[in-house]
Nanobody
Framework: VQLMESGGGLVQPGGSLRLSCRVS????????VGWYRRAPGEERGLVAS???????RFADSVKGRFTISRDNAKNTVYLQMNSLKPEDTAVYYC?????????WGQGTQVTVSS
């Protein structure tokens, strides 16, 4: 399974970015797909996920600012990030899992700074 991320970059506080993750297989083969992130000096943590039924989950720190969606025909998952804050700076990793087996993208850097 290959996951190809795109869309990271440098943005000013209050700005927006959209991350994309294209999965090499049908995303309905997986229990869920979504995004984790790792900030410098911190452990990787869940940002957002969407399961096969369409139920979404978000970290408390991003609720109301980030949305997750998918394009089933393109096997692509999107993370729309609005009202970005400096503390959102991290490497963002796309994932797709079947139970405890996780597949990961290579990561994309998001930097929020003025």
């Amino acid at each position: 399974v290959q996951l190809m991320e795109s869309g990271g970059g440098l943005v000013q506080p209050g700005g927006s970015l959209r991350l994309s993750c294209r999965v090499s297989e049908n995303i309905f083969n997986f229990n869920s797909v979504g995004w984790y992130r790792r900030a410098p000096g911190e452990e990787r943590g869940l940002v957002a996920s969407i399961n096969v039924g369409g139920t979404t989950r978000f970290a408390d720190s991003v609720k109301g600012r980030f949305t997750i969606s998918r394009d089933n025909a393109k096997n692509t998952v999107y993370l729309q990030m609005n009202s970005l804050k400096p503390e959102d700076t991290a490497v963002y990793y796309c994932y797709a899992n079947i139970l405890s087996r996780y597949n990961w993208g290579q990561g994309t850097q998001v930097t929020v700074s003025s």
